[in-house]
């Protein structure tokens, strides 16, 4: 038996919702293949598109899925081919697509005893090794698809949030790598009262804007005082970027995850487009390549 799936990218954070919040990719996204084996236990047996230990338990998706395949009873093992096409480093969910894949086909090897939901634990424990620290905002989002926030850590407590049906995700990614951990490294370990209270206000509006339909609250939520005046630094030429989506027509724009990724969410798809050009005519003008992506957002 064989199973291949697409692993989507995500957007983490969305500037209010730092380690919380996070959305899924629908057209950019990993492949990976699984297998039934009779070798007990877990192989990784192919990974094309990056340079990535073949060794399981220094490799993000063969952490996940052992931690998976070592809960649940069965008398099989489980070969994996990993297909990289989302760049490590990139901000937009590398790692964390190869543990959420990772636990999804061995969970659908193993007849689905876990729900989605239940699932995000243990793509989070990949997860980790390749960031320093368990987080869900981006392994949720590409299990569950759409919006998710993660409202508690002790205990997991994943809900799905609603997607209003125009919105579109924009993503322009300089080719530098920012290394999850580095980026973490640059913020501070306590915030003044103040900013925790607009960042508060942020979230909220983002949610109730989601669930109401309402862009331009959306849009008006999109904002960061916790975490981009610190990481912007690591991210050449982003205000830039961002003040041109923001001037072309976005809703807000800000910090794909941990960077170097910069995105925009917009209303409807042509738009979407006028935004892209925006931000690649800003980017232009630096001497560092990039690409970009355009995704509808459900
Ligand atoms: N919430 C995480 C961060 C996402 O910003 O550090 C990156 O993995």
């Known amino acids: 038996m ?5 692993c989507p990218a995500t957007i983490a954070n969305l500037n209010c919702g730092f380690d919380i919040m996070g959305l899924c990719l629908e057209n950019i996204g990993d492949e990976m293949i699984f297998r039934k084996s009779v070798t007990k ?6 990974i094309t598109g990056a340079n990535l230990p073949y060794e399981v338990t220094k490799n993000v ?17 489980i070969e994996i081919e990993i297909h990289k096409k989302i760049r490590a480093g990139s901000g937009i969910g590398s790692s964390s697509a190869s543990a959420a894949g990772a636990v999804f086909g061995v969970n659908e090897l193993l007849g689905k005893p876990l729900s989605r939901n239940q699932l995000v634990d243990f793509a989070m424990k990949g997860e980790a090794i390749a960031s320093g620290s368990e987080h869900a905002d981006n392994v949720a989002p590409c299990l569950l698809g759409g919006f998710t926030l993660v409202r508690g850590y002790n205990p997991l407590d994943v809900i799905k ?8 995700a924009v993503v322009l990614h300089p080719h530098i790598e920012v290394k999850t951990a580095d980026a973490r490294a640059v913020l501070e370990p306590t915030v003044p009262f ?12 983002l949610i109730a804007g989601l669930f109401t339909n309402d862009y331009e609250l959306i849009g008006r939520s999109l904002n960061d005082v916790l975490v981009e005046p610190f990481r912007k630094q690591l991210i ?3 205000d830039d970027v961002k003040i041109a989506a923001i ?10 995850g941990a960077g170097p990724s910069i995105f925009a969410l917009c209303k409807g798809e042509n738009l979407a487009k006028e935004v892209a050009k925006a931000m690649q005519n800003s980017y232009s003008r630096t001497n560092i390549p990039f690409d970009f992506y355009i995704s509808k957002v459900n």
């Not at 063969?62 to 809960?71: D, E, Q």
């Not at 103040?194 to 509006?205: E, H, S, V």
């Not at 001037?247 to 794909?256: D, E, F, T």
Request: charged share 10%.
């Open 61 to 77: 998706a063969g952490v996940a899925a052992l931690a998976l395949l070592n809960t649940v009873e069965n008398n099989f093992g």
């Open 41 to 46: 236990g877990v192989q990784i047996t192919k």
């Open 194 to 205: 103040k900013n925790a209270i607009t960042q508060t206000g942020n979230l909220g509006g």
């Open 2 to 6: 064989e199973i291949k799936i697409f």
């Open 161 to 168: 949030i609603a997607s209003p049906s125009e919105l579109y």
């Open 247 to 256: 001037q072309s027509g976005a809703l807000g724009a800000g910090i794909s």
């Open 236 to 238: 050449p030429y982003f």
